[in-house]
């Protein structure tokens, strides 16, 4: 008989936070979720505030008192909530160090004053940088770093082995490609669909278009998430989750304009990258993921036109996102 857990949840009104939460609630688990809704949207926890087995915390990450308190009686955390932001890093510095370094400190301080060991963090394949091994493994050497997103992920990475390490911890970090999917509100993939409904006929694209990208679908990465959890017993366990493949933005574009019926003109706004950080080239070995015996049943064709398809339906996310 499966043994039900009480899960905790950092960003759990957010796109992968509350597909995780409904997953987690349809599996006959508890889950205490806990977000400040600086992103996440209501709307997201609808079904899981159906259940008895769930409770919501609004308090924010940096409120180590309130976050200290939410976590009593917690069996496993997934530390999901952070400033995603990669374009505007170097428009507001503060936010990456605070709301992903210092925010997993105080995770991590709330967990060893709970008595919590186990917890799951969601990294990114941007701690590589521009790396020098493509596709990039697990114990790549680590270039200069190139984003204060990737450096701030890194550092919370590094805190997490840490109390790995001091405190008895077990550890779960992932270094995600990009997510797509059901409440997808954030990337290439949203831009893209929402300058073609404002006009179909023409499409501005941040660099030269060639900008090589992988992207693993939200289920599948969920999926792979609890695989792993299950299957893997050290005591800091690192995996990138992804796919077998990539896709230029172009590719991308083009699976987009498809499913619309559109053929707008494009304009590039020149260089190799978007903006600064924007990684040109990222496609991380997923093979230590797949020897534990998962693989995604979604291409990222499929894992792109199924993220269309939900925001042609849910017309509401953009105007919430407005």
């Given at each position: 008989?499966?043994v039900?857990?009480r ?9 992968i936070?509350?597909?995780l939460t ?6 006959g688990?508890?889950?205490v979720?806990y977000?400040n809704?600086?992103?996440g949207l209501?709307e997201?926890?609808?079904?899981a505030n ?6 919501l915390v609004?308090a924010?990450?940096?409120?180590r008192?309130?976050?200290?308190d939410?976590?009593r009686?917690?069996d496993?955390?997934f530390?999901?909530?952070a400033?995603a932001?990669?374009?505007f890093?170097t428009?507001?510095p503060?936010k990456?160090l605070?709301?992903?370094?210092i925010a997993?400190?105080n995770?991590l301080e709330?967990m ?11 990294s990114?394949g941007?701690i590589?940088g521009?790396a020098t ?6 114990h790549s050497?680590?270039p200069?770093q190139?984003?204060l997103?990737?450096?701030?992920k ?8 840490a ?5 008895d ?5 992932f ?7 059901e409440?997808y509100?954030h990337?290439h993939v949203?831009d893209?669909?929402?300058q073609?409904?404002n006009d ?7 660099g ?12 599948d ?8 959890i299950e ?11 992804g796919?077998?493949?990539y ?7 083009g ?6 019926g559109?053929?707008p003109?494009h304009s ?6 978007g903006?600064?950080?924007d990684?040109p080239?990222i496609?991380?070995d997923?093979s230590?993921v797949?020897q ?5 049943k979604?291409s990222?064709r499929?894992g792109?036109?199924q993220?269309?398809?939900?925001l042609?339906?849910?017309?509401w996310v953009?105007e919430?996102r407005a």
């Amino acid at each position: 008989m499966e043994v039900k857990l009480r899960y905790f949840i950092t960003g759990c009104a957010g796109f992968i936070g509350s597909s995780l939460t409904d997953k987690l609630l349809n599996a006959g688990h508890e889950v205490v979720g806990y977000d400040n809704f600086s992103t996440g949207l209501t709307e997201f926890l609808q079904e899981a505030n159906q259940s008895s087995r769930f409770t919501l915390v609004k308090a924010d990450l940096l409120d180590r008192d309130a976050l200290t308190d939410a976590m009593r009686g917690i069996d496993f955390v997934f530390h999901l909530a952070a400033n995603a932001d990669v374009r505007f890093g170097t428009h507001h510095p503060h936010k990456d160090l605070e709301q992903n370094a210092i925010a997993t400190f105080n995770v991590l301080e709330a967990m060893r004053l709970n008595g919590v060991k186990k917890i799951a963090f969601a990294s990114t394949g941007s701690i590589y940088g521009e790396a020098t091994v493509i596709p990039t493994p697990e114990h790549s050497p680590f270039p200069i770093q190139t984003s204060l997103y990737g450096a701030s992920k890194l550092a919370a990475e590094g805190l997490i082995q840490a109390y790995c390490e001091g405190f008895d911890f077990q550890g779960y970090i992932f270094r995600f490609v990009s997510i797509l999917g059901e409440r997808y509100t954030h990337g290439h993939v949203f831009d893209f669909y929402k300058q073609l409904l404002n006009d179909p006929n023409k499409l501005t694209i941040l660099g030269n278009g060639k900008q090589r990208k992988s992207y693993l679908y939200i289920q599948d990465c969920l999926d792979a998430m609890m695989w792993v959890i299950e299957k893997a017993t050290d005591k800091v366990n690192i995996f990138n989750l992804g796919t077998d493949e990539y896709c230029r933005v172009t590719d991308s574009i083009g699976w987009i304009c498809n499913y619309l019926g559109v053929t707008p003109a494009h304009s590039y706004t020149g260089g190799e990258r978007g903006w600064i950080g924007d990684n040109p080239f990222i496609f991380l070995d997923v093979s230590r993921v797949q020897q534990l015996g998962w693989k995604p049943k979604l291409s990222i064709r499929e894992g792109v036109v199924q993220t269309i398809k939900y925001l042609h339906q849910n017309p509401w996310v953009l105007e919430r996102r407005a």
